[in-house]
């Protein structure tokens, strides 16, 4: 009769758990824990097992039966009780293979309004709650803490143990396309928030009931050349001409103070500085000299997605972002990555790569095992050994259930930024007879019927409500399409519409703050305006007629001009000339 292996024994301590599996482990099973790659699931919850490759090269079976893969983050939104049932069937199938590790799910954000296959879904069947912007425009950590436990306690339901988030970058760079997914410009500001934020998903420490935080994207991806996103070649610059290099990294301080479980170079690679002109996610300097060594952080460093081979996203091919070592070969690329202190290749499912690097003498496998050291630690520290799979019913009760659905439209409705109400316009009368005429533009007739008489005509009504979102330059490329970049200024023809009706009929202007916008000419027109990070239209409706009360402050400031954007510097906090609404505005009713 064979004795139980010691890595299965939940009584022994994780290290001699990690030791006695890491033992039994071929190389080929130790590399593929080295890559965190993507799954999608089908409608019904059961897993891929077959692909065309335009969105993924490989099935589900083929990765963690063929390659042994066991970290995966899903694309796409789905019903709870079919991600639950997928997840089991997951498990299932990495409890098949020879040691029976199982896998760790992850995810991109999930609770808010944003849907962008390269960084966030909108939230579904989740609850959903302003976008990071928005927790920041309240500021209070004690919020941020009950989001991110609801996060914790819906991501636990349907099987994800690892946040890929949150993103602690700061927003310095206005035209910058990420900035909807940070805490704002204030450094100090986010340092509390991410505090708040790691302790409300993970707990005191990594345990049976935590999700692990990945925080994102070290050391600070605020300062991009022109604003450009380092997803793109032509985004790869990472500039400091404020010499604020130092202040991008408090937050970050902050994370490894509260015990983050994970961290996530950025893209970006810097230049003109005494780093190496290199991609963080192959800086050694950086991830070694100053993560590890000067920082102290022991955690899993995971790249970002797509770092060592071209890959093929809405069936069109993009370059690997191995931004400064784009010459190397995909092996070569992955020794740089390894030698820097990288632990785990995000988005990559290559492992017979790291096995060649090994075999060939170029990476000592001893230096794969202090990663997959890591990596295993954590799923003991998570429990997925003992118990991997969830309860579809379970699931389908408690994402998006009621208590956490209201604490999500609460926090919409109190990060709400008034700008402008110079005349006293708001808050509107509610339930005055008769009621208002409401003519609208971007706002759902069935919610605004509740608060007034819909018209067609704005010469008929009394208000005008208009929902607008910040501007952006279209991009050609599918995927880049969805990181909305380029001028924060409506185009004459756009603003002079927007224009005629502000003067037409006392307007109402709602504009969704993604990045921040640059509206003169509106916030001097409008009746009232207010900014919004993600919330519903019957959260801008209830603040609007008094029913709710906005608290929400700019959690970075409004520019004048594109031209005061252009001449500021990526690295300084709400640097541009004279704003026409600085950081931190925000007016009571």
């Given at each position: ?84 049932r997928w997840q089991n069937a997951v498990q299932e199938m990495a409890a098949s293979t020879r040691l029976g590790i199982p896998v760790t799910l992850s995810t991109d954000p999930r609770h808010a309004f944003t849907d962008n ?20 425009a309240v500021g209070d950590p004690e919020l941020v803490h009950r989001f991110a436990d609801t996060v914790r306690r819906e991501y636990l339901a349907v099987g994800f143990r690892v946040a890929l988030h949150p993103q602690i ?73 404020g010499g604020m290099r130092e202040h991008h990294l408090e937050p970050f301080k902050a994370a490894i103070a509260a015990g983050c479980a994970q961290m996530m170079p950025y893209y970006g690679q810097p230049v003109g500085t ?316």
């Amino acid at each position: 009769m064979n004795a139980t292996p010691a890595y299965k024994d939940a009584a022994l301590p994780v290290d001699r758990r990690v030791e006695d599996l890491l033992s039994r482990m071929t190389l080929e099973e130790k590399a593929g824990q080295l890559f965190h790659s993507m799954l999608m699931m089908n409608p019904d919850g059961t897993p891929v097992t077959e692909t065309d490759g335009s969105m993924l090269p490989f099935t589900t079976p083929e990765l963690i039966e063929g390659r042994l893969l066991t970290h995966f983050n899903l694309l796409g939104t789905y019903g709870a009780r079919e991600m639950a049932r997928w997840q089991n069937a997951v498990q299932e199938m990495a409890a098949s293979t020879r040691l029976g590790i199982p896998v760790t799910l992850s995810t991109d954000p999930r609770h808010a309004f944003t849907d962008n296959i390269g960084a966030s879904f909108n939230s579904g069947a989740f609850s959903a709650w302003p976008e990071a912007l928005g927790l920041a425009a309240v500021g209070d950590p004690e919020l941020v803490h009950r989001f991110a436990d609801t996060v914790r306690r819906e991501y636990l339901a349907v099987g994800f143990r690892v946040a890929l988030h949150p993103q602690i970058d700061l927003a310095t760079e206005p035209r910058w396309a990420r900035q909807s997914g940070t805490f704002g410009s204030d450094a100090r500001l986010t340092g509390e928030l991410v505090r708040a934020y790691v302790r409300g998903l993970q707990g005191p420490e990594p345990g049976p009931a935590s999700v692990s935080a990945m925080v994102k994207h070290f050391p600070g991806g605020g300062p991009q050349k022109d604003g450009e996103d380092p997803h793109f070649a032509h985004g790869k610059e990472q500039v400091y001409p404020g010499g604020m290099r130092e202040h991008h990294l408090e937050p970050f301080k902050a994370a490894i103070a509260a015990g983050c479980a994970q961290m996530m170079p950025y893209y970006g690679q810097p230049v003109g500085t005494d780093w190496e002109e290199v991609g963080f996610g192959f800086n050694k300097g950086v991830v070694t000299g100053l993560l590890r060594e000067e920082l102290g952080f022991d955690g899993i460093v995971c790249t970002d997605w797509g770092l060592l081979t071209d890959a093929a996203i809405f069936g069109q091919m993009h370059p690997a972002r191995a931004w400064g070592v784009e010459h190397l070969s995909v092996a070569e690329r992955a020794a740089r990555a390894l030698d820097a202190g990288c632990d785990q290749f995000g988005g990559e499912q290559c492992p017979e790569v790291v096995v060649e690097l090994v075999r060939s003498g170029r990476i000592a496998e001893s230096r794969i095992d202090d990663s997959v050291r890591r990596l295993l630690r954590e799923k003991f520290r998570l429990g997925l050994f003992e118990n991997p799979y969830v309860d579809p019913d379970a699931a389908a009760e408690t994402v998006g259930r009621s208590d956490f659905a209201a604490m999500g439209a609460a926090a919409q409705r109190r990060s709400l930024t008034v700008l402008t109400n110079p005349r006293g316009l708001l808050p509107l009368p509610h339930g005055r007879t008769p009621k208002p005429k409401l003519y609208l533009r971007g706002v759902d007739e069935a919610v605004a019927a509740a608060h007034g008489e819909v018209v067609a005509d704005p010469a008929a009504a009394d208000l005008a409500v208009l929902r607008l979102r910040t501007p952006h330059e279209p991009r050609e490329n599918l995927f880049e399409s969805f990181f909305h970049s380029g001028s924060l200024a409506f185009p004459a023809p756009e603003l002079a519409e927007i224009l005629a009706l502000l003067d037409a009929v006392p307007t109402l202007v709602c504009i969704n703050l993604e990045r921040p916008a640059v509206i003169p000419e509106i916030a001097e027109r409008a009746a009232a305006l207010i900014a919004d990070y993600g919330a519903s239209d019957d959260a801008l409706l209830d603040v609007a007629f008094g029913r709710a009360v906005p608290e929400g402050r700019l959690p970075f400031e409004l520019p004048r001009s594109m031209a005061a954007v252009a001449a500021s510097r990526p690295d300084v906090p709400n640097d541009t000339e004279d704003p026409v609404f600085a950081h931190g505005h925000g007016l009571p009713l």
